[in-house]
């Protein structure tokens, strides 16, 4: 084994301890939690290194990157998420290597995304992004997202959508607002807005919250998907 593969297997041992622990302390099975280990910045070489240690969902954010990158590893059984903030005319790129868009925001994206997928001849999972800093009103909060009163009409345009499938929603914990520094109560108010949205959509059950340093609340509130970078992949040299 490489220092590189023995060192992203300690990392992975040490995520996972962290997921089971958290599973056990609110009574959730370990299998109700899925790790999506984000990518993002790291070389191919070090995805084919977590393919082969087990690892399975992978997470990028930037189409220029992303694009070789799937390319490369496209002999790998990995399903890639994009988690970025993601401009209307990148739609038809990631639309060819991802298999869910976890950052859906606002009406033209479901469009693009829509179309890119229809000429792809693929269906393009995708998960409303929720600004938790976003008042009423608002369209969009600083990280990205669409504010919770606008989740509702995101969520139909996308179940109504040609190639594409509604599988649920996804947030960053907020720095500014009322949530700000609670991560757990964002979190529990993102799993109250997926409760809400199952009468109308009973298959979006992906709840997706929760990074490296405040996963354990995630998990605490009822996340069904945590997203990993820096406590997998560590401060090894990045690209660019």
């Known amino acids: 084994?490489?220092?590189?593969?023995?060192?992203?297997a300690a990392n992975l041992a040490r995520v996972e301890e962290r997921i089971a622990s958290a599973c056990a302390a609110v009574g959730r099975k370990r299998e109700e939690?899925?790790?999506i280990v984000v990518t993002k910045t790291y070389p191919a070489s070090d995805v084919r290194l977590l393919?082969?240690?087990?690892?399975r969902h992978v997470a990028e954010n930037k189409d220029q990157e992303a694009a070789p990158k799937a390319a490369d590893c496209a002999d790998l059984p990995l399903v890639w998420h994009f988690v970025g903030q993601l401009q209307t005319n990148k739609a038809r790129s990631v639309a060819g290597?991802?298999?869910l868009v976890q950052s859906v925001d606002r009406p033209r994206l479901?469009?693009?995304l829509s179309a890119a997928a229809e000429t792809a001849g693929r269906e393009l999972g995708c998960l409303v992004?929720?600004?938790?800093?976003?008042?009423?009103?608002?369209?969009?909060g600083a990280r990205g997202g669409a504010a919770p009163d606008r989740v509702e009409e995101l969520a139909g345009l996308l179940a109504a959508a040609p190639g594409l499938r509604f599988d649920g929603l996804m947030t960053v914990a907020p720095l500014a607002g009322p949530y700000a520094g609670r991560e757990q109560e964002a979190f529990a108010r993102l799993v109250e807005l997926s409760s809400r949205l199952r009468a109308v959509h009973p298959a979006a059950t992906m709840v997706s919250a929760g990074m490296s340093g405040d996963?354990?609340?995630?998990?605490?509130?009822?996340?069904t998907h945590v997203r990993v970078g820096t406590a997998v992949l560590g401060s090894r040299p990045r690209l660019g």
């Open 129 to 140: 992004q929720v600004a938790l800093d976003a008042e009423a009103g608002e369209e969009r």
């Open 33 to 35: 939690v899925t790790l």
């Open 215 to 223: 996963l354990e609340q995630a998990v605490a509130a009822g996340a």
């Open 110 to 112: 479901v469009t693009a």
């Open 1 to 8: 084994m490489t220092d590189r593969k023995a060192e992203l």
């Open 97 to 99: 290597y991802a298999h």
């Open 51 to 55: 393919a082969e240690l087990g690892v």
